[in-house]
DNA sequence: GGATTAAAGCAATAAAAATTGCAATAGCGA
DNA sequence: TCGCTATTGCAATTTTTATTGCTTTAATCC
């Protein structure tokens, strides 16, 4: 019989909050364009709703926090020896990555809830900061090969813009070269 | 003294339903972050909360149903003589239009109540399928001068979406002439 | 091992959202 | 102009959401 994994640190706080955030992801991926209730998520976590009052205040804050933590997560930075195959592996990863129900809903969720930053001062704080973290190690890599490396906004723009837009306009990405096109042109050298 | 503008046909079930439309927008203006409530919406329309349960059911339904039509209604589409014209043209008046509180935060609404067609095989039944006819009523124009014009979806991808990347993501578009460069890129004829 | 404290649970209560039955009204069409 | 119907309004009621005061429990620290 297997044993029980050990409590991880923080205890029972952390042990609620792994349960509720595991119910509302569950709950989304069951229901994806609708929000869960606060009693739904109690329930399916196996927590009282009203610890759920005391912590998060309201479901819209929770499902946010959820959505955010679950869905931007460190996706794998590829390291092939080119920037070309580094970045074709890491949006490849992204698109895979959002290419299932609950993560689509979960960006869907992350969109809708997403406090535009006023200043743009922190990129890394906006709330797709893991994407743009993960982009400036990749890009810093290639530049220290010697390669030709564009700007990050470029490949925000052209990379990870238009596989959000499939995403959250078109339901899913279905060409399967999709991300390799959109590699060759963002590393095209402008004319 | 101004004469009040005739009612227009539909009657007063037309009344409400404009009446509720611009309580919603107002609504979504004074606070873009937030959902109004239908007791909020009722007092701002001046209709009976009722009736908005027996019309639409759901504030959730009622304010995507306000987002989408309100945020996508036509934009002109310019008729310059070129397609790098038309499509300037377009695409600012697309950046414009989402540069305000209001309309920002009616993409983020459309946005995560966007229900993803699962077939695409209607284009212009998404959400943003204004905006699409729009295009294909440019690039055919374009056609018609002999001129080389990308495909559709390249627009959609290099223009559209890095325009809602930074709405959504990155609280405005600052740069003056980003979009510009969009342009530029996007008829750049594939290496 | 025990004291302390923060977090969680419980049950009652308050507030808000949503529904229902019936009445009133707008406005279309004959 | 009137009849008819769909829509809207009203007030009461139900359901759901959210809050509160107090108790219990987990777990940290000494």
Redesign the pocket.
Same mark, same amino acid.
């Given at each position: 019989m297997k044993k029980p994994a050990p409590?991880r /640190?923080?205890?029972?706080?952390? =042990?609620?909050?792994t349960a509720v955030f595991d119910a509302v992801e569950h709950l989304i991926a069951d229901d994806p364009g609708g929000i869960p209730?606060?009693?739904?998520i109690?329930v399916r976590a196996?927590?009282? /709703?009203?610890?759920?009052?005391? =912590?998060w205040?309201?479901?819209n804050i929770l499902v946010a926090e959820v959505a955010t933590e679950r869905l931007v997560r460190d996706l794998p930075v590829p390291d092939t020896g080119s920037l070309h195959g580094d970045l074709t592996g890491w949006a490849s990863n992204v698109a895979r990555n959002l290419n299932n129900r609950k993560n689509s809903a979960l960006l869907r969720i992350m969109t809708a809830t997403a406090r535009a930053s006023r200043t743009a001062r922190d990129l890394n704080s906006l709330p797709i900061g893991r994407r743009i973290a993960e982009l400036e190690a990749m890009l810093a890599r290639a530049r220290k090969r010697g390669e030709y490396a564009p700007d990050l906004m470029d490949i925000l723009d052209f990379v990870l813009a238009p596989i959000y837009l499939r995403v959250l306009f078109m339901g899913a990405i279905r060409d399967a070269d999709f991300v390799g096109r959109l590699v060759d042109r963002v590393l095209s050298p402008p004319l």
């Open positions: 409590p /640190p923080g205890g029972r706080s952390e =042990r609620v909050k209730s606060m009693a739904a109690a196996g927590v009282n /709703p009203t610890s759920l009052y005391r =912590r205040g309201d479901v």
